[in-house]
Antibody, heavy 119, light 110 residues
Framework: EVQLVESGGGLVKPGGSLRLSCVGS????????MNWVRQAPGKGLEWVSS????????YSTDSVKGRFAVSRDNARNSLYLQMNSLTAEDTAVYYC????????????WGQGTLVTVSS | QSVLSQPPSASGTPGQRVTISCSGS????????VNWYQQLPGTAPKLLIY???QRPSGVPDRFSGSKSDTSASLAISGLQSEDEADYYC???????????FGTGTEVTVL
């Protein structure tokens, strides 16, 4: 069974930084693209970043470019999101999601971790 | 601001058929396959339909998807109370070089 467990969320002040982690199990982590998707309170889903299986390629939505960095450690079955210069608009539940091997998009999701940016 | 447009809400009585539309453009739905996700209240999203019309194992055949040009739709037949959820369409966008979600549709069972 595919499992994705996020951690690292919490309360941070505007301008601060936070690093999210996601550990995957039940599948060969190093073979899959991984994604971060967020959902602001009461709002819809927003794709944040993707990273290819070997970490060679990364993609991010425009609103986080230059502030967020996605990375992975395949030896530790782990995905990371380093978030800098946080603003209130970054407040959201952040989901780790595995990219499918057969179509373009996430197929399995973690339970999410809440990031709150507030003074 | 979502690139894919969906109606904010849809509803039906138990047993009815409900259809949700998803409108995009040539850079997303027009050139890539569409996926649908179901998000039950207070839970993480779950893959419901992939590659326009394929169901992952375990998803009831009451759920079906279709795509035409730059639009897609999700149909729920034989609506049940447990289908009350938010539904999102999604696709890769070649112009944005990113994955885009629809605005989401809240389905209510009357």
């Amino acid at each position: 069974e595919v499992q994705l467990v996020e951690s690292g969320g919490g309360l941070v002040k505007p301008g601060g930084s936070l690093r999210l982690s996601c550990v995957g199990s039940g599948f060969t982590f190093s073979s899959y693209t991984m994604n971060w998707v967020r959902q602001a309170p009461g709002k819809g889903l927003e794709w944040v970043s993707s990273i290819s299986s070997a970490g060679t390629y990364t993609y991010s939505t425009d609103s986080v470019k230059g502030r967020f960095a996605v990375s992975r450690d395949n030896a530790r079955n782990s995905l990371y999101l380093q978030m800098n210069s946080l603003t209130a608009e970054d407040t959201a539940v952040y989901y780790c999601a595995r990219g499918s091997g057969s179509f373009r998009g996430p197929d399995n999701w973690g339970q999410g971790t809440l990031v709150t940016v507030s003074s | 601001q979502s690139v894919l447009s969906q109606p904010p809400s849809a509803s039906g009585t138990p047993g009815q058929r409900v259809t949700i539309s998803c409108s995009g453009s040539s850079s997303n739905i027009g050139s890539n396959t569409v996926n649908w996700y179901q998000q039950l209240p207070g839970t993480a999203p779950k893959l419901l339909i992939y590659s326009n019309n394929q169901r992952p194992s375990g998803v009831p055949d009451r759920f079906s998807g279709s795509k035409s040009d730059t639009s897609a739709s999700l149909a729920i037949s034989g609506l049940q109370s447990e289908d009350e959820a938010d539904y999102y369409c999604a696709a890769w966008d070649d112009s944005l070089n990113g994955y885009v979600f629809g605005t989401g549709t809240e389905v209510t069972v009357l």
